[in-house]
């Protein structure tokens, strides 16, 4: 059974930074893609970041320039280091990791339980 488990959320003051963490365990043949997701309260769970192959990252539009993804392939651990955080990056931040299983050989997808992330002064 693949599981993944964020770490890192928590309270900070505005222009402050954070650094999230989502390390995926188990018996897994490779990772594709592993990425963050957040949603705020009223709000649809949105893209915020992901990393394909370790490689090629996407990054939301209200994000670029202030948050970089990067991911260890050898931990099959990524990150979210967030700078310059502002209060609309309030939310509770999931991470997703999909990829293969050797046994049987087949794709998986999983979701973290989510890590919360409150910007207030």
């Known amino acids: 059974q693949v599981q993944v488990m964020e770490s890192g959320g928590g309270l900070v003051q505005p222009g402050g930074s954070l650094r999230l963490s989502c390390a995926a365990s188990?018996?897994?043949?490779?990772?594709?893609?592993m990425g963050w997701y957040r949603q705020a309260p009223g709000k649809e769970r949105e893209l915020v970041a992901d990393?394909?192959?370790?490689?090629?990252?996407n990054y939301a539009d209200s994000v670029k320039g202030r948050f970089t993804i990067s991911r260890d392939n050898a931990e099959n651990t990524v990150y979210l280091q967030m700078n310059s955080l502002k209060p609309e990056d309030t939310a509770v931040y999931y991470c997703?990791?999909?990829?293969?299983?050797?046994?049987?050989?087949?794709?998986?997808?999983?979701w973290g339980q989510g890590t919360l992330v409150t910007v207030s002064s």
């Open positions: 188990g018996r897994i043949s490779s990772i594709n893609v």
């Open positions: 990393i394909t192959g370790g490689l090629t990252t």
């Open positions: 997703n990791v999909e990829g293969w299983i050797p046994v049987p050989l087949s794709k998986f997808e999983v």
